[in-house]
């Protein structure tokens, strides 16, 4: 169907337009994941002789998605300016419309749950990397910087597919035989991978502990760093993605396991998630780890009063309400974007608690609020 072939008139009625609007929406959207698609397609062609335009490409792709993951939200938020906001607009393609920065700001605030993921390092380091090879290209620096550019690349396909597979699947669902180009994608990067890996036996000898990567698949996965007594920091050698790895005593068959975390994985309070254990296959959920936490830390400060009643705490970093739990005495650790802070700030007006301290002015947070109420000023002038 021509969306332009949808009347614009002044004088259709609100039942008319809301349906003609609906059709526009759902054509636009599919416009836009088949040319990201599109763009996919041209970064696999692009991948072996021209590694510059087989980068743009994948970023205009991770755009489009981005893009066409608002249109789901409300199809008024695409545009730059909300003036002009209209269905002519949109039918006409007039008007610029947001750029990836506009899109990220959007689902910060309206696909909460995504965001992390959306949000993460390696979509911005993509950016990074566009810019460079826009602005400041040339043969010698796509040599000199091919491992870099590689690896990027692959990690930031590794997100997109998991993206578009589970946070995001209810939205692509109809395009699951076309997104299959994103594991392609991924395989393309296994014979470099491949070498890389060969040529680093030599450094992952100096390791004692090596574990598989979740990312890669390789086993060269070493421990960067140890934050607790039951958590400790991974980093993959090969394609740099961190994981965590806590010691957990399984709550059904009380055997003592090792989950490891990867930052793509995000727990959500109550619900269940991909997590089971090696030992009985029962299913973990993030109030397991966080009660287990939560007991070990007990265990740790018994004569600390306010321990005994461990409560969820909300992240300050990725505004997950509740997803933290307080490790060491006013030390803690979140279970959806995996940050550590110390000690937390309340709201003076609603009490609500954040980690990390002074990362709230409590002082104003009365008059002023927090990101879960408006304060005295903002309630009194409502009423």
Not at 29 to 44: Q, T
Not at 197 to 224: A, G, H, M, P, R
Not at 293 to 313: C, G
Request: aromatic share 10%.
């Amino acid at each position: 169907m021509d969306i332009k072939q949808i009347k614009t008139d002044s004088d259709k009625t609100i039942e008319s337009l809301n349906a003609e609007e609906q059709q526009v929406v759902n054509e636009h959207f599919k416009l836009l994941v088949h040319n990201a698609i599109d763009f996919l397609e041209k970064s696999v062609n692009y991948f072996e002789n021209d590694l510059k335009v087989s980068i743009i490409c994948l970023c205009s792709a991770v755009e489009l998605f981005l893009k066409a993951r608002i249109i789901k939200i409300d199809w008024k938020l695409i545009f730059k300016k909300q003036k002009n906001a209209t269905i002519e607009n949109l039918i006409n393609k007039k008007s610029t419309s947001i750029n990836s920065l506009e899109a990220n700001k959007i689902l910060r605030e309206h696909d909460k749950n995504s965001f992390y993921l959306i949000n993460h390092k390696v979509f911005k380091e993509l950016r990074k990397l566009r810019n460079e090879l826009i602005h400041s290209y040339s043969e010698n620096t796509q040599n000199e910087d091919k491992d870099r550019i590689i690896i990027n690349r692959y990690k930031a396909l590794y997100y997109l597919d998991k993206l578009l597979q589970n946070q995001w699947k209810e939205f692509f669902k109809d395009f699951d035989s076309a997104l299959k180009i994103v594991t392609k994608m991924l395989l393309e990067h296994k014979p470099y991978l491949q070498i890389k890996y060969d040529n680093l036996q030599d450094e992952l000898k100096s390791y004692e502990i090596k574990e598989t990567c979740n990312v890669c698949s390789f086993k060269s996965s070493v421990k960067t760093n140890i934050y607790h007594k039951l958590i400790t920091e991974f980093t993959c050698i090969v394609c740099e993605t961190m994981q965590f790895q806590i010691k957990y005593n399984c709550h059904n068959c009380k055997t003592d396991i090792l989950l490891k975390i990867p930052f793509s994985i995000k727990l959500k309070p109550q619900e269940l998630n991909t997590l089971i254990c090696t030992k009985c296959d029962d299913e973990i959920v993030a109030d397991d780890i966080h009660t287990y936490l939560a007991n070990n830390q007990k265990t740790i400060d018994a004569t600390d009063s306010d321990n005994l009643d461990q409560k969820w705490v909300t992240c300050w970093y990725c505004e997950k309400e509740g997803s933290c739990v307080e490790l060491e005495k006013d030390y803690y650790f979140c279970l959806n974007c995996f940050a550590f802070a110390s000690g937390i700030s309340k709201c003076q007006y609603c009490n609500h608690s954040f980690t990390g301290k002074d990362t709230l002015d409590e002082e104003d947070s009365y008059v002023f609020g927090c990101r879960f109420c408006e304060g005295y000023l903002g309630n009194n002038c409502h009423n």
